[in-house]
Each structure stands twice: as C-alpha cells, then as structure tokens.
C-alpha cells in the first residue's frame, strides 16, 4: 500500500472553523443513528494516516462493536451512556514492552514501501532503537503522547464529517485491558472516543463552548 | 466570547482523506512563501478550540514570529532548517505548577461564558481540583498528553486547509524554554509545529507515506 501525496483541494477557513465550532463532548448519543459506511472506513483511513514520532505508529484503535462487550465496559467507565449508546466505540491503545522488535517491523514496512534495501534504513533505525531503549517508563510516555496525536486528528477528522465524538478519559484502563485482552495482543488501553450523533436533547451540544480567549492562548514572541 | 454550535457542512470523506494523505512532515519549506492571513488566524482559532480533559486548555501556543529567536532556536533543534525557514513556528507548551488557581481561572471562565454562578459548578470544580492534586509528575504527564490532542488538531486542520507543517520533538526542551523565557510566563515547552508550505525539492514529500494496513491498525472486537 503506497499511499500517493495527491493532489489536496484546500478547504476554507470557515468551513474548517465551522465543523471545530460544531464540536463537541457529545454525552448523549442518539443509540439508533448509525454512521455511514463511508464515513466511518474515512475516520479508520484518519487514524491509520494519523502522523508520529519516526512514522513509528506504536498503537492500535479497538473499535468494540459487539454489544455484550460495551455492556461490560460501561461500569469500568463510570456507567457512562456513552459507552453503549454511541454507534462506536474506539479504545486507543498503546504498544506494550516496545522494543527492537517493533522498531524492526516498521523498518521492513519502511523498506517495503519505499523500495529501499533495510541496509539504506540503518542510520533511521539506529535513532529509533536508541530512542527505544531509553527506560521503559519513559519510552511508554512518548508513545501514550504520540496515541494521542492519533486522538486529535480522530476528533478534528469527525467534526470535518459531521460525525459527533466524545473522548473520554475516565475509565479503568485496567479492567478494559481485561475485558478486551488487550495485553495478550501486545496492547494497553489509553483513552476513549466515542463516536455517532448527538440525541437532540443533549444537554452539552446546546451550551456555549468554553474557552479562553485567543489573545490569551496564543502568544506571538 | 460565546461560541455557538453553528450549522456544519459535512466535508465528503474523500476531500478529508486527501488532505490526509497529502500531509507529511516537511523537512524543507519554501523560505518565501507565507501563509495567508485567513488560513493562519483560522489555525491560531483552531488551536483555541481544541478540545482537552475538562477543558481545561493547560496550555499555551507560542508563535515565534521574530526572526533573531528563530535563530537562536535552531541549534537546540539539530540545527533544522525547518525553524528558521518555515513561515511560521509554533512551540506547543503545557502549563506549569498547574494548579487550583488554575482551576480557579478556568471555573470563572465557565461561569462567565456559560452565565452559571461559581456555586453551581461546585461539583465540577471538586472533580478538577482532585485531577490537579495528583503528585505533579503525574499532572505534568496528564497535561503533556492534552498537549498533544492540540498538535493533533493542528496538523489535520493544517492539512484541510492545505498548508503545510512538521511536527518536531527533536529539540533541547530547557534551551527553548530558557531562549524564550516560557517559564516566567508560566509555561515549558513540549513539542514543536512548523508551518508553511513545501519546496519544490523537499525529499519528503514525494516519498511514498508508510503506514502499516488498515487491517493491522484498527483491529474489531
């Protein structure tokens, strides 16, 4: 699968600005709207594109569609409605004991796709596997960020397609890893993102967006 | 400043995943092209409503805009031309010694925008000031990783509108810090986006994006 940089047709700001206006931490899903097909192979698309450190993609997205399985997550998140009711639900999850291994499956991919003999990719690797082989508390750090570039261009990307999102924080990592034996697959779950549309009674979607403002959050040195 | 969730024309999946596709982490911008004013506000705006944990917004997006900064910077990053030559150069930073007056300023901002009393926010408030209380390594983790939903922002909203960036972590985080003064305005830096648009000749660009399969990343349960 190489991917071609193809020709990009530029949105304007406005439409940009008015699907980021749009929003927001949907708390309550409409548990009967489903998301077209298309739109949601788009946001899988999204999260595969989603850029890291290297082009490492230390991650995988767990999209729970079984029912029996979000019912057993729900009380490991609070028993938020969220986590049954949304059309979707993805579980953002880090590479776990990432090492020289991963490091050697992204340089085959490397070769791979670029056509490159391994032998032209060592310098690369060898900046990956030092990066790799800092302390282990401290590689998985780096890599939870990199998980959560992956959540913001998930976020943007469903606003760009009028498909609601809520990211989610609080819930028991543990235990989901547990329901979902994740960490038989290599696996730790990280953050949430539910993802459908909003009932018409939610009670978030109506409320002004909080935020400083951008004379405040933007500063020019 | 009330935002209201305005209407949202959905963009086609297909223009979304152009966008993304067309995306990469330029190494070598065009020294003479600017980005227009529209496009750089509507990113400055985009920054502004990126979503994080409470919303909160723990953060601070410096735009270094003068020239003599920008080449002081560059040899804390391996001396990348991408600092001093992309149009524009955004340091990502996370607030620090986050705190209850942090929360504080951000309930107010609540009950300002919203038009609540303080005391009807009591319990939101409680929740936040127990995240914040955390050991501060903890914190600073937490608020580091929001950071990164707001560089996930970025480059996907870059991307729509057709301007180009490159992420950057490869930089001395205490040189930049010190170069410019983030920490007496109450902030470290994290991570680094530079913005504009790509030369002709950028190596990047016209390389193959190595993703590993669709099948491989998002993974249904």
Partial sequence: MAITAAANAAAAPETLLASLRWRAAI?????EK???AGAWTALEDALTLAPSSYGLQPWRFFVVDDPSLRAKLR????????????????????????GAADVERFVERVSEVRRLPVAALEGY???M???ASLPPERVTAWLIRQVYIALGVFLTSAAALGVDACPMEGFDKDKFDEILGLPAKGYNSVVLAAAGYRAPDDAYASQAKVR??????????
Wanted: net charge positive.
């Fill in 27 to 31: 708390k309550k899903f409409d548990a």
């Fill in 34 to 36: 489903r998301i077209p």
């Fill in 75 to 98: 009380p490991a998140a609070w028993d938020q409605a969220q986590i049954t009711d949304a059309d979707r639900l993805v579980v953002f999850a880090v590479k776990k004991d990432f």
């Fill in 125 to 127: 690797k060898k900046m």
């Fill in 129 to 131: 596997l030092a990066s």
């Fill in 212 to 221: 400083f403002p951008r004379e405040e959050v933007v500063a020019h040195l």
